[in-house]
């Protein structure tokens, strides 16, 4: 883990700079369209365990290998027709393919399981980054473990400056949450998704055009696991510091003034046409009916209601499909309590 000062760089000569960071063994803060990443190269094991170290995350839980082109997915992976097929129509984009992994890829990438997730990003200097430094790169959210997920590269410093290497500043991302992951079924020929994402499971399923992906249900989410089958399905994560209850559109401004009554301070996520009276703090979230509109600014919005300084986050649950079953299980994760 660094001890130093992060450096924070831009534009083609800070992706050179990044670059050179990363074959070195460093780790990188980068923008994808989903969110931001903490890179390391995905083949050097040392080089992985930085990225543990710095997010505090526990071994138990996997991390996706990014890559610019298929051959450097190849390097990693093994790819069957349907995952072929899967990334002919969502490559490059927010899609995280569970693939038998290589021989080079290590323990520390995969928890010690046999699939990697690889993906190829859709942003351009996450793609330049990659291929200027000619190596997969492993990248989990670039924030402390557990937290709300970076969209941008303050977000990035907030959590975790002075911990990393350098930090590659491309603006605020597009997507704003984290990347569809799905997997093979291990009963049969087809596809288990095990975090919702940029990429609905409507758009998949006509992609594959065989029948039904089935969403993740975990066994015994009672206990902690000896490792998990895929990023992304830790019982608690994306939390802000403020407790964060989930409401009815329909009932925020009252549950917000509940929350005011028992003498915390309320801060709302609040959609446009929306009104509350009791809050301490409001972030304008969006249309109510855009998803992608509120899912590029939810975690935006949960890290200013947090330096808001608030108590407690009241927040309504979209209820769309596609982008919305991504919100909706942002929001359900952030909410659990520890």
């Not at 190849?74 to 069957?80: F, G, M, N, Y």
């Not at 509350?276 to 600014?297: K, N």
């Not at 808001?308 to 009241?314: C, N, Q, S, T």
Request: hydrophobic share 40%.
């Amino acid at each position: 883990m660094s001890t130093g000062k992060t450096e924070r760089l831009q534009g083609p000569e800070g992706i050179m700079r990044a670059a050179e960071i990363l074959r070195r063994g460093g780790t990188v803060a980068f923008p994808t369209e989903t969110v931001y990443g903490l890179g390391a190269n995905a083949i050097d094991a040392t080089a992985v365990a930085k990225i543990f170290a710095a997010k505090e995350r526990p071994g138990w839980d996997p991390v996706i290998v990014h890559v610019c082109d298929r051959e450097m997915g190849d390097r990693v992976a093994e790819v069957s027709k349907s995952a072929e097929r899967l990334m002919e129509v969502f490559w490059p984009g927010p899609l995280t393919l569970l693939l038998p992994r290589k021989a080079v890829v290590p323990d520390t990438v995969t928890a010690g399981r046999p699939l990697v997730g690889v993906r190829m990003p859709r942003h351009e200097l996450a793609l330049a980054l990659i291929r200027e430094a000619g190596i997969p790169v492993a990248a989990p959210s670039a924030n402390r473990f557990g937290r709300t997920s970076p969209t941008t590269a303050v977000h990035v410093l907030g959590d975790l400056e002075g911990r990393i290497d350098a930090v590659l500043d491309g603006g605020p991302t597009e997507v704003g949450v984290e990347s569809t992951v799905i997997g093979p079924a291990e009963d049969g020929p087809h596809w288990v998704m095990y975090r919702p994402g940029g990429v609905s499971k409507e758009a998949l399923e006509a992609a594959l055009g065989t029948g039904e992906v089935e969403m993740f249900r975990p066994a015994d989410s009672s206990r902690t696991p000896e490792s998990l089958p895929s990023p992304g399905v830790g019982i608690r994560h994306y939390a802000p510091r403020a407790r964060l209850v989930l409401v009815q559109a329909e009932g925020l401004d009252v549950a917000v003034e509940r929350v005011a009554e028992g003498g915390a301070r309320a801060g709302v996520m609040l959609p446009d046409g929306y009104v509350v009276s009791s809050a301490s703090a409001i972030y304008p979230w969006g249309a109510w009916s855009d998803g992608e509109t509120l899912a590029r600014r939810l975690f935006a919005g949960l890290r200013e209601l947090d330096e808001a300084g608030v108590e407690v986050i009241v927040c309504p649950v979209p209820e769309m499909s596609g982008i919305g079953e991504a919100i909706r299980d942002r929001l359900r994760k952030a909410a659990r309590e520890k």
